[in-house]
């Protein structure tokens, strides 16, 4: 683009929205693509414009809401839409519940190149249809269609952003512990998985108290699997003192521990194994006292799918501690950034 004179922009076209505001009216007076007329040129002096900004031939640039249009263009999602373009920007909002992925290496390479900017959710983050997902714009109001041609060039053989919808699954649920067994103690970890799991497209296969003793628990969990459960639950003996049965148990299963225990608080001495394609989680007694534990963090990537690696759990570690704050906000806080 150039700028010009506007007694000489006649035949000319437009590359930006000119505004007027005339007796509390605030509007476009012309649209971008306007080809100027003769007739214009009073009416742009009128509301202070002696110069204008036109298109220059050849000179491969493109405008800010095209190049809003190409970058939505080149990191489809499914399940979630773009806006039109507006104020130069084109946002993507969900359309269903999931878990929010972002390719955080690729939006690093993407926003390198001159003139793009992509802001986004945190990877790994739990949304409700209709939120915000991505921003995607160029900082001027123009520029140069190499640097957009570069971003697609990038996105073309990876993916930048994914939505995970929430799936369907069936959790058998294990409580052990001879205190809560034999009726010594009443079991509050029951109502607090229940709620939950309610937050998520979950049925329980069921619910089985164990005393401590490892064939009765291992025996609970397969005929939690038997009966069709896709997901396992474990509390009670989470610790590392020697009589604490439930990750032996769980090795006994036939299950791969990822990890027994989680650079995150509260909820340090979790597990997480996978029995085959089966999510196992070992949850500690934290889960049962405080409103937000590194259980709320694990639970909506396994809904959505996604196999937790052991340096998905790494990762936990920056973003790991809960502020414990007096009102909770999970997931909007730093709680489970990974």
Request: a negative charge; glycine letters at 10%.
């Amino acid at each position: 683009m150039k700028k010009i004179d506007v007694t000489q922009a006649v035949g000319m076209t437009l590359c930006h929205d000119i505004t007027k505001m005339v007796d509390g009216f605030k509007g476009p007076a012309f649209r971008r693509g306007h080809v100027i007329r003769e007739e214009d040129i009073p009416a742009l002096l009128d509301i202070g414009k002696r110069t204008v900004f036109v298109w220059e031939e050849h000179a491969g640039e493109l405008h800010e809401e095209d190049c809003a249009l190409r970058l939505a263009a080149m990191a489809p999602v499914t399940g979630a839409h773009y806006t039109p373009p507006s104020e130069g920007k084109v946002l993507l909002i969900t359309e269903t519940r999931g878990m929010f992925r972002v390719n955080t290496a690729l939006l690093s390479r993407v926003n390198e190149i001159e003139d793009i900017t992509i802001t986004t959710l945190p990877d790994h983050y739990p949304v409700e249809a209709g939120a915000r997902l991505a921003s995607m714009r160029i900082v001027p109001l123009v520029t140069k269609e190499r640097n957009i041609i570069e971003a697609e060039r990038l996105c073309a053989g990876e993916r930048l952003l994914d939505l995970r919808p929430y799936r369907e699954r069936k959790a058998g649920v294990i409580i052990t512990g001879s205190e809560v067994y034999t009726g010594r103690i009443q079991d509050r970890f029951e109502p607090v998985v229940r709620a939950k799991l309610a937050q998520y497209p979950a049925q329980i296969a069921g619910v089985t108290v164990c005393d401590d003793d490892l064939e009765m628990i291992v025996g609970a969990a397969k005929a939690h699997l038997e009966k069709g459960a896709d997901f396992l639950i474990f509390t009670g003996g989470m610790s590392v003192d020697p009589d604490d049965l439930t990750p032996t148990a769980i090795r006994r299963l036939g299950a791969q521990i990822i990890s027994h225990g989680v650079p995150s608080q509260p909820g340090n001495m979790t597990l997480v194994a996978y029995l085959g394609d089966v999510p196992v989680l070992g949850v500690p007694g934290a889960a049962i006292h405080l409103p937000t534990t590194i259980f709320d963090v694990l639970l909506p990537q396994i809904f959505a799918g996604d196999k937790l690696t052991r340096e998905d759990l790494i990762h936990l570690g920056d973003g790991g501690l809960c502020q414990l704050c007096g009102a909770c906000h999970f997931p909007n806080c730093t709680f489970g950034r990974y």
